[in-house]
């Protein structure tokens, strides 16, 4: 039955200039530095999106990699409804998207580049398990001084670092002193970056859906309607996406629709207080 409904949603999509539907990656690790692969803008509005019939639910949505692409950062930004949004540190725009993001509403996370397992080049404030505490503390504070209004973090990349529970405990002790959030991006199976958080009972979230492994409308789709049954089956569901052409076109398509369908679109703030933290 979930086949048939899945079909009949994406056909639509399909029109819309897409190529074959392809299975999604399971924790993708772009480089978001430079800029991952954009495409060209879609023409012409997508079709309306109707989501199945179900329990009420609250979804996070969270846009990485802002700062390098005034114009995509600032679309991000525009989108509508309470979304939250992650920033690169040291980056040409990175300051004035999130002074922009703040000023609308959405909450503002510093998105950490953190080290990974095939030693990916990371960036400006890239946290390593090279550096020492005082070294990765440092660095930390400056990246977040990078960002004004940041109310948390999340990891860019991280395959390696995330799995490493020292420098975890680290960022967790640093968090906390700053009484900020964590969300754990999940760019690795065996990561223990929300373990390390829970042990020091630091407010915190973990994500459970990339939109756009594959940037094209309809794997776009497949993949919010994963995060939507995820939420209703569990109450909740975080789902992260990046400042690609065709998940905005979808986004500024289907975000003013979701109350009306019985989805509560939520920051992570706010998720996370009304968690009681």
Do not use: C
């Not at 879609?42 to 990485?64: C, E, H």
């Not at 600032?74 to 002074?99: N, Y």
């Not at 550096?131 to 990246?143: H, K």
Request: charged share 15%; aromatic share 4%.
């Amino acid at each position: 039955m979930r086949q048939g409904l899945l079909l009949a949603l994406l056909l639509p999509l399909a029109a819309w200039g897409m190529r074959p539907l392809e299975t999604p990656q399971a924790v993708p690790e772009t480089s978001g530095l430079v800029g991952a692969p954009y495409t060209a803008p879609l023409a012409g509005p997508p079709p309306a999106f109707v989501l199945p019939a179900g329990n009420p639910a609250t979804l996070v949505i969270i846009i990485d990699d802002l700062g390098n692409r005034l114009k995509e950062g600032r679309q991000t930004v525009a989108l509508p409804g309470r979304i939250s949004v992650a920033v690169l540190p040291h980056t040409p725009h990175g300051a004035r998207l999130a002074e922009e993001a703040y000023r609308s509403g959405k909450d503002v996370m510093l998105h950490a580049p953190m080290s990974t397992l095939d030693q990916r080049p990371l960036g400006p404030g890239a946290l390593t398990a090279e550096l020492s505490e005082l070294e990765f503390r440092n660095t930390l504070g400056a990246a977040l001084a990078s960002v004004p209004h940041a109310q948390g973090v999340n990891n860019h990349m991280g395959s390696g670092l995330t799995q490493q529970a020292e420098p975890m405990r680290w960022l967790m002790t640093e968090l906390t002193e700053r009484q900020l959030y964590f969300v754990d991006s999940r760019t690795h199976s065996a990561t223990v970056a929300a373990a390390a958080a829970a042990e020091a009972g630091l407010p915190h979230l973990s994500r459970q859906v990339f939109l756009d492994n594959v940037a094209q409308p309809a794997a776009i789709a497949e993949r919010f309607l994963n995060a939507v049954e995820q939420a209703r089956r569990r109450g909740i569901a975080v789902a992260i996406g990046h400042p690609y052409p065709e998940t905005i076109a979808f986004l500024q398509t289907v975000l003013p629709g979701l109350e009306e369908q019985g989805i509560h679109l939520a920051t992570v703030s706010e998720v996370l207080a009304g968690a009681g933290h």
